[in-house]
């Protein structure tokens, strides 16, 4: 009787060790789960023109190296801790400064401080790849950074950055739906814009320094481009290009945008010459002053936007 008392003891500590195993291994197992599940869901590798950077959570403090991606965060409804606004907080286009509110300045566009960006401890760098290429292993030591086209991108690569940007930011769904609303912009701008349309356009920076035309390729060009206005200059290496006089009869445009810089240009000491009053632009009264912060340094869905509905006014004004 002892004996089997014993034994059913036994038997009885055996079931309840196995199954206390057993639920400590089914709840480990669901732990690792879990984990895995939240890593996946929480970290993602985002593919840019340096490589791949990987990204967890949503970036609360994002440093912004070029416009474009400021104008990029604005879109996504986000406002940067820091940016290189040049250290000229006007530099800031009207429409993208009342999204963002208060920023740091991290110096210029060319040379941002490093050590003021390491201040801000952000946990997302965001830069171009022409200006910044040769300082993304000292960026990528501060926080993630991902390296975009911005400076040398046409309109389309100002697209596929906002995609990454959105991406990055754990925003895709949110950017989908803006770039939607972006595209649907567009289409009601190029509506605008006659089919029969045959006049040819050149926006252009111009300084004291010479005059620095923007071709076909260039972001501006190919924005214009984009919803039926075509541009002067339909051939060359360079999207930015700086041409004399002579070269503009030439190519002799039938509309001129220029974005000013400084109170003296190069095109005060052109008025007075015969061969500038005779391109067609000057001769119909079509040569515009346009904020060049807004149509050169700027590259986004939103300053797009406001370029084409500036082009619009100017060409179709009543």
Known sequence: MKKTLF????????????????????????????????????????????????????????VALEFSFVDNLASLGVSPVGIADDDDSERIIEPIREKIGDYTSVGTRKQPSLEVISSLQPDLIIADMKRHKDI????????????????????????????????????EE??????????????????????????TVLP???????????????????????????????????????INLEQVVEFNPDVMFHMVAGDQTVVD???????????????NGEVHEVDRNMWSRFRGLISSE??????INYLYEE
């Not at 926080?143 to 100002?158: C, F, K, N, R």
């Not at 949110?174 to 006049?199: C, F, N, S, T």
């Not at 000491?269 to 001769?283: C, F, G, H, P, T």
């Not at 406001?306 to 082009?311: G, N, S, T, V, Y």
């Open 204 to 242: 252009a920076v111009v300084a004291d320094s010479g005059y620095f035309a923007h071709n076909m390729e260039s972001y501006t060009g190919s924005l214009l481009e984009s919803i039926g206005l075509k541009n002067a200059i339909q051939s060359g290496d360079e999207r930015y290009n700086k």
């Open 7 to 62: 034994s059913f003891c036994m038997l009885a500590l055996i079931l309840m060790v196995t199954a206390c195993g057993s639920s400590s291994e089914d709840q480990t197992s669901e732990d690792t789960q879990d984990k895995d599940s939240e890593a996946t869901e929480d970290t993602r590798v985002i593919e840019h023109e340096m490589g791949e950077t990987e990204i967890t959570g949503k970036p609360e403090k994002v």
């Open 136 to 171: 993304y292993d000292q960026l990528s030591d501060i926080a993630p950074t991902i390296i975009l086209p911005s400076l040398a991108a046409d309109y389309e690569g100002i697209i596929s950055s906002f995609e990454t940007v959105s991406k990055a930011m754990g925003m």
């Open 269 to 283: 000491e052109w008025e007075s010459n015969e061969l500038y009053q005779d391109i067609s632009a000057v001769k």
């Open 306 to 311: 406001k370029i084409l509905e500036d082009a």
């Open 174 to 199: 949110k950017g989908e739906e803006v770039l939607a609303d972006h595209k649907a912009k567009m289409e009601e701008l190029r509506a605008q814009v006659p089919e029969d349309e045959e006049r």
